[in-house]
């Protein structure tokens, strides 16, 4: 099985950016980011397909953060700008897709160890 390795987390200000890394072990085809928030749930963030021509995001994040993928090099980005401490959280790349609706949780059997992004007012 794959085996999917975040990277890029870090402690940025408000109004700052940061770029997530998602190291694949082997071949991927769709892939999303989700995040947790402390005492939250796990919630979708964005979806990529793996031509990367389909891509959705959350209502949340959408104008903000741009999902690409590197299939040559097994690695899927997350690029977030105009970060908010409401982003703040751990962020995990998720892979194996299982036909599910792609904002689930339920809808990926692959995921990482997860990246935390602290965004500070």
């Known amino acids: 099985q794959v085996q999917l390795a975040e990277s890029g987390g870090g402690l940025v200000q408000a109004g700052g950016s940061l770029r997530l890394s998602c190291e694949a072990s082997?071949?991927?085809?769709?892939m999303a980011w989700f995040r947790q928030a402390p005492g939250k749930q796990r919630e979708f963030v964005a979806h990529?397909?793996?031509?990367?021509?389909?891509?959705y995001y959350a209502d949340s994040v959408k104008g903000r953060f741009t999902i690409s993928r590197d299939n040559a090099k097994n690695m899927m980005y997350l690029q977030m700008n105009s970060l908010k401490p409401e982003d703040t959280a751990v962020y995990y790349c998720?892979?194996?897709?299982?036909?599910?609706?792609?904002?689930?949780?339920?809808?990926?059997?692959?995921w990482g160890q997860g990246t935390q992004i602290t965004v500070s007012s």
């Open positions: 082997g071949r991927t085809f769709t």
């Open positions: 990529i397909s793996r031509s990367g021509a389909g891509q």
């Open positions: 998720a892979s194996l897709y299982n036909g599910r609706p792609y904002y689930a949780e339920s809808a990926y059997d692959c």
